[in-house]
C-alpha cells in the first residue's frame, strides 16, 4: 500500500515536470498551449534518461528534435505562402491559472492516463512510445523529417518502458 502510494506521489511529480517542460518548449514557439511536438521536448528534458536513451537506441539525436520541429513550422507557413521566421527573444509568459494544452498535447496526456494501470513509475519513454505512434501532427512530420524509423522508435521506447527505468540499459 506504502508502495502504490509513493509510485502515484512520483507519477504526480513527472506529469508536473513534464508539463511544465512542454509550457516552456510551446512558449519558447510563442505557443501558449504545448503541442504533442512540445511533450516529446519535455520527454527528453526527464531526469529519467529514458527518452533520450529511446532516441539514441533508434539512432536518433535527440539534439537534432527541436531543428526538425523549427523546420516543420517554417515549411507549415511556407506551403500557404507566408514567409516563416522563428521568433526570437523574450518567450510568451504563460496564462495564470490551469494548465491547457493544444490537442494533441492532450492527446498524449489521455494516452499517458489510459496506459497507466500498473505500478512501474511514469517515464519519459511512455511520452516517446506514444508520440511514435501518432501519424500526423508537427512531431509526426519532424521525426520523419529526421529519417526516424518510427517502428524502431515505438518498440524501442515500449520496451524502455516495460523495464521502468535507463539503467538496465547499456548506454
Known amino acids: 500500500m506504502f508502495q ?16 511544465e517542460r512542454a509550457e516552456a518548449h510551446a512558449l519558447q ?14 520527454a527528453l528534458d526527464l531526469p529519467d534518461g529514458t527518452a533520450r536513451l529511446a532516441f539514441e537506441r533508434a539512432g536518433v539525436e535527440p539534439e537534432a528534435l527541436r531543428a526538425a520541429i523549427e523546420r ?3 515549411d507549415a507557413l511556407r ?20 494548465h491547457q494544452a493544444a490537442p494533441s498535447g492532450r492527446e498524449i496526456m ?25 501519424s500526423h501532427g508537427v512531431a509526426a512530420r519532424a521525426l520523419r523529417a529526421l529519417g526516424v524509423d518510427i517502428i524502431t522508435l515505438k518498440s524501442t521506447a515500449d520496451a524502455i518502458a516495460e523495464v521502468g527505468h535507463a539503467k538496465t540499459f547499456d548506454r
Open 72 to 74: 516543420q513550422y517554417g
Open 4 to 19: 502504490e502510494i509513493k509510485s502515484k506521489l512520483n507519477d504526480m511529480s513527472t506529469v508536473k515536470r513534464l508539463c
Open 79 to 98: 506551403s500557404i505562402g507566408l514567409r516563416a521566421e522563428m521568433p526570437t527573444g523574450t518567450p510568451m509568459s504563460a496564462n495564470a491559472g490551469i
Open 110 to 134: 489521455q494516452a499517458l492516463a489510459a496506459a497507466r494501470k500498473g505500478h512501474s513509475p511514469l517515464l519519459g519513454a511512455h511520452v516517446v512510445g506514444i508520440v511514435a505512434g501518432m
Open 29 to 42: 514557439d510563442h505557443q501558449r498551449e504545448p503541442g504533442a511536438e512540445h511533450f516529446l521536448l519535455a
